[in-house]
């Protein structure tokens, strides 16, 4: 590709969208929400993850109905059989869209309260389900939040809950681990799909090497999270140590997941 010479270099979108220039993307990518949460006066966060599958009980009300209706035009087709399962534990998960969200307005009253800096300010992916009420349970209490949405060949766009000035987009995966963890007091991992096996895993590495200091990990839904890993597996074939499995706690309702924060940094209210 040429560039254009005659152009300043910061000018010059060809230039600064090259191979060459990745390094100053990714600088640039990290710096701008960093300079953005200084000037908010975000000192700590709290990491939402979860499906952007699981909607309101309305809406898998919905596409339940919607699966049923699909499948009576055609009972014996596997497709839409499967899409019928699907909604019907879609629906059942449900449930976990409003845990999230009742979650995320108890760690904004606890930031309401502070009066130096915004402590244990909501920060999730940005986009719909479980991300959406994150950010929707802070702004149903008048609180700020963070989203970091990622740029998707579906184009995931940003939930209407965000703070309008932190709302940021992310090209690189990389970047946006990194600001998701930097200020992180709590990870809440909600059910979900490969996204959120990858941001817990990658979590549960950084403490457990001591990357990072350790920070409660709270997995909402135990029988979610035991059907779907087999943790005393890694125990049993030595790829893990037995303490490794405190790293995490389960929890199934809002205040559980406050309650371990509250523990873990013996706070007040």
Same mark, same amino acid.
């Not at 055609?74 to 087709?77: E, G, L, Q, V």
């Not at 244990?120 to 389900?129: A, K, L, M, N, S």
């Given at each position: 590709?040429a560039?254009h010479?005659k152009l300043k *270099?910061?000018?010059d ?8 220039? %990745?390094g100053?993307? $990714?600088e ?11 000037? @908010?006066?975000i000192v ?8 952007a599958? $699981?909607?309101?009980?309305?809406q898998a009300?919905q ?8 499948l009576?035009t055609?009972?014996?087709?596997a ?5 019928f399962?699907?909604?019907? %534990?879609l ?6 869209y ?5 979650? *995320? ?6 930031d309401k309260n ?5 402590q ?10 479980i991300?959406? *009420? ?5 702004a149903?209490m008048?609180?700020?939040?963070i989203?970091?949405?990622i =740029? ?9 809950y965000?703070t309008?000035?932190?709302s940021?987009?992310?090209h690189?995966?990389?970047?946006r681990?990194m600001h998701?963890?930097?200020?992180? @007091?709590?990870?809440?991992a909600?059910p979900?799909g490969f996204g959120t096996?990858?941001?817990?895993f990658e979590?549960? =590495?950084?403490i457990?090497t001591?990357i990072i ?5 709270? $997995?909402?839904?135990?029988?979610f999270?035991d059907?779907l ?10 790829v ?11 929890c ?9 924060? @509250?523990d873990f940094y %013996?706070l %007040?209210e």
């Open positions: 590709m560039f010479s *270099a910061y000018h979108k060809d230039f600064l969208n090259s191979d060459e220039c %990745r100053i993307r $990714l640039l990518e990290f710096l701008k929400p960093e300079v953005q949460m200084q000037k @908010k006066r700590s966060t709290v990491v939402v993850f979860g499906s599958r $699981l909607r309101p009980m309305e009300l596409q339940l109905e919607a699966a049923r209706a699909a009576k055609a009972p014996k087709d497709a839409k059989q499967l899409a399962r699907q909604a019907e %534990r629906l059942a998960n449900s449930k976990y409003d845990v999230a969200r009742d979650f *995320a307005k108890k760690v904004t009253i606890f502070q009066n130096d800096g915004h244990f300010v909501v920060i999730t992916g940005g986009g719909p389900g991300m959406e *009420a994150g950010n929707r349970g802070a149903d008048g609180g700020i939040s989203g970091l949405n =740029t998707l060949p579906h184009e995931q766009e940003p939930n209407p965000i309008n000035d932190l940021f987009a992310f690189y995966f990389c970047i681990k998701f963890l930097k200020l992180a @007091k709590a990870v809440a909600f979900g096996m990858d941001e817990l979590a549960l =590495t950084l457990q001591g200091k350790p920070i409660p990990v709270l $997995l909402f839904g135990r029988d999270w059907q890993i087999n943790w005393q597996k890694f125990v049993e074939d030595g893990i140590s037995p303490e490794d499995l405190n790293l995490f706690h389960y199934e309702t809002a205040e559980d997941g406050w309650q371990v924060i @509250k %013996r %007040r």
